[in-house]
């Protein structure tokens, strides 16, 4: 079984028992949660789209807390001396998709 949900404003394509990385959710590790906004379940062939889907998708919080790769943002204006560099590192948590209804 295959879905498309979004989750905190992205679109996530799922399986049964794939782990995937979401952006920062509220909850701890082993927490579970539910996803109500499916926009696309292909059930072996049977497709459905739009409204007419009625699934939820089930999942743990397997770590709540999952800093990404660091970006760095520099700025410079040559001849200025000016020079400025910026860096971050995006908040994600990992989820195990356990069931899609």
């Known amino acids: 079984m295959l879905a498309i949900v979004k989750i905190a404003g ?4 799922v399986q049964e028992g794939q782990n995937l990385y979401v952006p920062h959710l509220q909850g701890k590790t082993g927490d579970k ?3 109500n906004d499916v ?11 739009g409204d007419a889907i009625k699934a ?6 397997v770590s709540d807390l999952v800093q990404g790769e660091k970006v760095i943002a520099f700025k410079m ?7 400025k560099k910026h860096g971050h590192r995006t908040h994600y948590t990992r989820i195990k998709i356990e069931s899609i209804a």
């Open 10 to 13: 992205q679109q996530f394509k």
């Open 33 to 35: 949660v539910e996803f």
């Open 39 to 49: 926009l696309f379940v292909d059930n072996g062939g049977n497709i459905s789209t």
């Open 56 to 61: 939820t998708v089930k999942a743990e919080i």
């Open 77 to 83: 204006k040559r001849r200025k001396g000016f020079r």
